[in-house]
């Protein structure tokens, strides 16, 4: 079934600087790939998605970046403020009768630093 | 806004116990998913509904099984409780028809004595 890795598990920047997450997945027939993020005590929700046709894909100061050969996907957050800080997971949807199940990396801490 | 509503926030249980984690959503979602989530292990899918009274394992169904009568209402049995289901548990459900985001409940803390 589909693995994924999510890399730093940890991550601390100051406010201003860029951050960067990165998964791999190995199932190649994954065909969506969604970043959510969890603030504190709250749910999660989706702060961007790509789908396997696309490469790159950019919301404001978030983008996503897909590389379908190498089977890894990343976040980049730009311009990172004190409200950046969250966890964020990323997941692959893997092809199947339904196309609907999500498999979750363990996820990154980032800490924006004033 | 899509709401998805879980029935507790906090749940404690002693071994052995048979629990129900209720959750319900009010945009007549198509889907339905179980997850328990633990520090450095993600989001781990339990189980999973595509309609109604139709059930799926997901990754670790395990200790688990699932109720989906109603469209709305989609329920997480604990046949008999041990300490190692300790865990936060998040429903989520998405529309389907090929919209994939999931939106998730607040999620139930349930500890196991």
């Known amino acids: 079934g589909e693995n994924v890795e999510q890399h730093p598990s940890t991550l601390s920047v100051q406010e201003g600087d860029s951050a960067v997450i990165k998964c791999t997945y190995s199932d190649s027939a994954s065909n969506y790939f969604p970043w959510y993020k969890q603030e504190l005590g709250k749910r999660p929700q989706l702060i961007i998605d790509i789908r396997s046709n696309v490469g790159e894909k950019k919301d404001q100061r978030i983008a996503v970046t897909l590389n379908k050969t190498a089977k890894h996907f990343s976040l980049h957050i730009t311009e990172t403020q004190p409200e950046d800080s969250a966890v964020y997971f990323c997941?692959?949807?893997?092809?199947?009768?339904?196309?609907?199940?999500?498999?979750f990396g363990p996820g990154t801490r980032l800490s924006v630093l004033p | 806004d899509v709401k998805v509503t879980q029935s507790s926030r906090y749940l404690v249980k002693r071994t052995g116990e048979k629990v129900f984690l209720e959750c319900v959503q009010d945009m007549d979602h198509e889907n339905m998913f179980w997850y328990r989530q633990d520090p450095g292990l993600g989001l781990r899918l339990i189980y999973f509904s595509y309609d109604v009274k139709m059930k799926e394992k997901g990754d670790i169904p395990e200790g688990y099984s699932v109720s989906r009568e109603k469209k709305e209402r989609f329920s997480l049995i604990l046949e008999s409780a041990s300490t190692n289901q300790t865990s936060m548990y998040l429903c989520a459900s998405s529309l389907g028809q090929g919209a994939y985001e999931q939106y998730f409940g607040p999620g139930t803390r349930l500890t196991v004595t």
């Open positions: 997941a692959a949807s893997p092809y199947d009768n339904y196309g609907q199940n999500f498999v």
